[in-house]
């Protein structure tokens, strides 16, 4: 019997993309493959050796990686130690610890990070003013580089975080955006904490804040303004750690 002891850094932690499942039975073909290249149009950029390799596939002429039911996986089982949603509700626990009226989203966060931002500021403009709240969220997030993006320096959990200062300025509330591996992107930093009066120190000490989004510069924004989360190892991923908090 083989026991496969699972970290998951995918939200929704399935198996089949975890470290690429290589001990899950595939269900995907290459005639899927074939299918998603022709909708998208992206044939033209691919390298002519994979073009000919699915389409090979395809055909019948390479052999399929090993499907549901193929009787190699008979003694293989897998568990999940942990994923984006239970390092949200780790966090959440050690908030009540400190005093917090924490909780954890049950979902892993998915979406853009503009759309996240907002989601956050929702929630800090709801409960702002009524006691220590916390909300901690596991995911992560997607963003695409800005036409203005000539010099990116930065990450999505940085980004995120700048444009969560947006959402929240003003409030007495906080935000984190952070990797759960310590890293956010290319960078020097694992991510960032922003609150309520990030945009007023941004003013006085000419951080242009809205220039760092469009041109994808998060990462010397934080940095200058203080809010940026030095970059260290943790040894593991569960995707993105959020959180807002308010009081």
Known sequence: MVLVLVLSDVPGDDLTAIASGPLVPDPTTFGDVEA???????APSLPAPVLRHFRAGARGEVPETPKPGDARFARIAHRLLAGPVDLARAAATAAARRGFAAEASPEPLRGDVAEVAARLGRWAREHAGGGRRLLALGGEPTIGLPPGAARPDGGRAQHLALLAAREVAGLDAAVLAAGSDGRDGPTAQAGA???GGTLERAARAGVD???????ARSGPAAVALGAAIPRF???THLCDLHLVAVE
Not at 36 to 42: D, E, H, M
Not at 209 to 215: F, G, I, P, Q, S
């Open 233 to 235: 190892e943790t040894g």
């Open 193 to 195: 904490v922003v609150d």
């Open 36 to 42: 998603i290249v022709a909708r998208s149009g992206a």
């Open 209 to 215: 804040v809205a220039r760092a989004l469009v041109e």
